[in-house]
Nanobody, 128 residues
Framework: QVQLVESGGGLVQAGGSLRLSCAASGRSFSNYAMGWFRQAPGKEREFVAAISWSGGSQYYADAVKGRFTISRDNAKNTVSLQMNGLKPEDTAVYYC?????????????????????WGQGTQVTVSS
């Protein structure tokens, strides 16, 4: 069982930066691949980024590639999402998720159904 708590959301102007963090409780954090998803009002939840159990592999949605960076610290049971060059279309609730499969599987990693545990989300609002 893993419990996830996101933090770091807020209001930022276009072009600005935010760093989201996700704190995980549980003994086996390093056994999970981790992902970030987001959901804007009236839209489906969409994949943002994922990282393998060791941090050695990352995968990004095309919409955020080159602007966002996912990282993890297994010693601190945390995963982070550094977001630079924010755009108004990045406005959404951002969710942290844990996948019991420790490696990234391109066909499955982007699917929300592949993840077993979810946080409550943190709001990110980018003003134009």
């Amino acid at each position: 069982q893993v419990q996830l708590v996101e933090s770091g959301g807020g209001l930022v102007q276009a072009g600005g930066s935010l760093r989201l963090s996700c704190a995980a409780s549980g003994r086996s954090f390093s056994n999970y691949a981790m992902g970030w998803f987001r959901q804007a009002p009236g839209k489906e939840r969409e994949f943002v980024a994922a990282i393998s159990w060791s941090g050695g592999s990352q995968y990004y949605a095309d919409a955020v590639k080159g602007r966002f960076t996912i990282s993890r610290d297994n010693a601190k049971n945390t995963v982070s999402l550094q977001m630079n060059g924010l755009k108004p279309e990045d406005t959404a609730v951002y969710y942290c998720a844990a996948d019991r499969n420790p490696t990234l599987r391109v066909a499955l990693t982007t699917r929300s159904l592949s993840y077993d545990y979810w946080g409550q989300g943190t709001q990110v609002t980018v003003s134009s």
